[in-house]
Each structure stands twice: as structure tokens, then as C-alpha cells.
């Protein structure tokens, strides 16, 4: 079966560059999340959208913006990287709404140099 | 502000052991739970998800339990093994809000 594919998988970038990641659902998922992992830490949501809606908010910071397009996919666009913002990236998706199970993609590395 | 803890933080048991994972959450205004594993550097494998309406889910050797009154959840490892070796983490989703709110997880290792 299909899952959420999202790229790249690793990056790296410098401090004050920007940064895009990329996620695509799984087909016909409506709904897409994404989480923040900090080594050591568990995910912290970021952000969500639901039929190209913004649908939720969570601890993302200002210089983060998001969007989520007509096929669905979704792209999280970082300016001014901190070396903070040194994580992991996760994408979920679920169809029809948040009440139903997020499935997570693997992830995108990025590390801040 | 929802927290979920986990306990214990590290468990390391020997082959073949059944064990239990512990989450507990401070709002019981849930949704539903969800046990995800994650293998080191990689993404969330979810194992189980629990509705609120729902006391346990089973798949497998795996058996998570939910007490909503409480605040508590588990989840039964039975007859572990090796490949069982990974962190678990659990989530509440809240009735309102799309977030997933997580544990900082139980990083467990099963000796062989």
C-alpha cells in the first residue's frame, strides 16, 4: 500500500538559509500534519491542513509557513534556519478529518550547519 | 495543556519476556490513543489505535489497553523478542484540534 512519501530525506542547509519540504499524502488523504522531532525528543505538532484549510496550529515558529496545494501535498517552507531548527520532519495523513489515524511518513533530516 | 508521560523511560528485559509499557495522560477528553513505534533515525509505525468508546485494542503480541476515566493507557508485549528493540510512543488525540499530543516514549531493547 501506499504511504506518505516525503522529501527530501536528508538535507542541509546553513544558518539564515531557507529551506522547503515536501510531503504527499497518501492517495486520497484529505488531511496532512506536520510534526517537529528534536533529537532526543518526541514529535510536536506544527501544523495542520484539511481541504487545503489550515486547520490547526501548534509551536511553529513565525519564519515556518505552510501550505497545502489542490493535489493535496503539502510544503513546509523554513526561512532564516537556526541551528535549532536542526530536527526531524514529519508529515502524517488520514482521510476525512483529524479523527480518524495520522500515518506518518519516514521523515526529513535536516541538520543546520 | 494536554501532557502524556511515559514510564519507564528505558526497559531493557531479556527474550521472551511479556512486559508492559505505561502512558498517562492529564486530559481525559480524548479522542483516541494511538502506539506508534520508532525504530532509531527512522519514522512512526503505528501499531494500535484506540478509540475513546473502546477499553483495548489487540494485533498480534501486542495488546493496548485504555482506561479514559483515569487517564491511563498500556500496552502488552508478549513473548518479546529481539526485533521488538525499538522506543514506543504513545499519543492522545484531544476531542478539538487536529494535533496528536505525545510521550516522550519507552525506549526498550530485548536481549537475546
Known amino acids: 500500500a501506499a504511504g506518505v512519501i516525503q522529501s527530501p530525506r536528508h538535507l542541509i542547509k546553513e544558518k539564515r538559509e531557507t529551506a522547503t519540504l515536501k510531503c504527499y499524502p497518501i492517495p486520497r488523504h484529505d488531511t496532512v500534519y506536520w510534526y517537529q522531532q528534536g533529537p532526543g525528543q518526541d514529535p510536536q505538532f506544527l501544523i495542520s491542513f484539511y481541504e487545503k484549510m489550515q486547520s490547526d496550529k501548534g509551536s511553529i515558529p513565525d519564519r515556518f509557513s505552510a501550505q497545502q496545494f489542490s493535489d493535496y501535498h503539502s510544503e513546509l517552507n523554513m526561512s532564516s534556519l537556526e541551528l535549532g531548527d536542526s530536527a526531524l520532519y514529519f508529515c502524517?495523513?488520514?482521510?476525512?478529518?483529524?479523527?480518524?489515524?495520522?500515518?506518518f511518513g519516514d521523515g526529513t533530516r535536516l541538520s543546520i550547519l | 495543556k494536554q501532557e502524556v508521560t511515559q514510564i519507564p523511560a528505558a526497559l531493557s528485559v531479556p527474550e521472551g519476556e511479556n512486559l508492559v509499557l505505561n502512558c498517562s495522560f492529564t486530559d481525559s477528553a480524548i479522542y483516541n490513543l494511538q502506539w506508534f513505534r520508532q525504530d532509531p533515525g527512522k519514522g512512526l509505525t503505528s501499531l494500535l489505535l484506540?478509540?475513546?468508546?473502546?477499553r483495548e485494542q489487540t494485533s498480534g503480541r501486542l495488546n493496548a489497553s485504555l482506561d479514559k476515566s483515569s487517564g491511563r493507557s498500556t500496552l502488552y508485549i508478549a513473548a518479546s523478542q529481539p526485533g521488538d528493540s525499538a522506543t514506543y510512543l504513545c499519543?492522545?488525540?484531544?476531542?478539538?484540534?487536529?494535533?496528536?499530543?505525545f510521550g516522550e516514549g519507552t525506549q526498550l531493547t530485548v536481549n537475546p
Open positions: 484506540i478509540q475513546s468508546s473502546q
Open positions: 499519543a492522545v488525540k484531544e476531542t478539538s484540534g487536529s494535533r496528536l499530543t
Open positions: 502524517a495523513s488520514s482521510l476525512g478529518g483529524s479523527h480518524q489515524p495520522q500515518h
